[in-house]
């Protein structure tokens, strides 16, 4: 079965979008020339384009990742995989190039490096659909040839034969979609229109509600009997445990640490204070892809201490408490000298020891 089959075309429709998702308005006339140029498939011109805006701006992510894009379509998946890679290490944060690397590697049927590259791409940005998507057809493509495998040591081994069967009968379905054309990368569906959305079905109306009855009057409450004054108590000694207890504070008194916490976290990470920025993770900090500690952390200051200026905010904050767990969600913003993206975010706090630390974070509303 070719690769390609794995790789719906919708998949790299959403990796190609990449470029509009995060480009900035000056680069915007350019980049729209090469993208048109690469939609009638003049990837020639495209190319010579992209060539001569990235002489200008050789850091700039989205026109290399358009380069890579063009080199995808004029069959040279070397060149297109030179590109994407670079792209990995210059911009570790983006999940789209990793994307685009296990594409390649799946048509040249290197299906380890290409799972490799798409659990880079899940670690970098856990909520994205399509390189979770991909990776289920790479396993899928994995587990027939290890299945092929058993057969030939052993062919009257029925259960490998079953399952084989099943895994064949699973990628079948899916087909290859649409446009495609066979023996080119995945990308060229990148460049085809969408196809308009069918008409929406007109919506029945809705039957009006039965009256509501009336409610039963409510009986007269007796009359409140008047409190009597007690005479206040002699002071008792507190035992010495009870005092050392804590308060319990208000909600809104939480809510507004937990704010403030939110504030110091981004401001460390804005001011590439590594240390100051993992100080605010709790022990049992639940790590994206269920790496180690150490491991999560050694990532988190390299990315940090790329070179250049960073800059990290949010908005539309809201907090809520329960007990000692709260919930704090909004629009994260981060900018540097060449990139600029806004997220949606969710971050799970802990009390402890009279301090709010994060115990999870998530991509998402």
Known sequence: MPPSRFFPARSLVLAACAVAAFSLPARADSLQEVSRLLKQGQHAQALEQ??????GKPK??????????????????????????????DYPELPEPYNNLAVIYAQQKQFEKAKQALEMAIRTHPSYATA??????????????????ALQIDSSNASAQT???????LMSVSGRPAGAKPGKPAVVAAAEPAKPAEAAKPVEPVKPAEPVKPA??????EPV??????????PKAVPAAAATKPETKPA???????????????????????KGYLSHYARDFQTPSGETRAGWESERAK???????????????????DGDTATAKFRQHYKSATLKTGTNKVVILVRRDGRWLIQQEKIGN
Do not use: C
């Open 132 to 149: 979770h998507e991909n990776l289920g057809d790479i396993y899928a493509r994995l587990a027939s040839q290890a299945y092929d495998k």
């Open 50 to 55: 992209v060539d001569k805006y990235l002489s």
């Open 60 to 89: 700039d992510a989205q026109g290399r990742f358009l380069k890579g894009l063009i080199l995808s379509e004029m069959n040279k998946p070397n060149d297109a995989i030179v590109v994407f890679s670079k792209l990995t290490e």
């Open 252 to 274: 809104g008194d939480a809510a507004a640490e937990v704010a403030k916490v939110i504030d110091g976290w981004l401001t460390a990470w804005s001011k590439k204070d590594v």
């Open 216 to 221: 039963e009057p409510v009986k007269a409450a």
């Open 225 to 234: 009997k008047p409190v009597e004054i007690v005479k206040p108590a002699e």
């Open 163 to 169: 399952k084989l069967s099943t895994i064949r009968d």
């Open 303 to 321: 990315r940090i201490n790329k070179p250049g200026a960073i800059q990290v905010g949010h908005e539309g904050l809201r907090v809520t408490v």
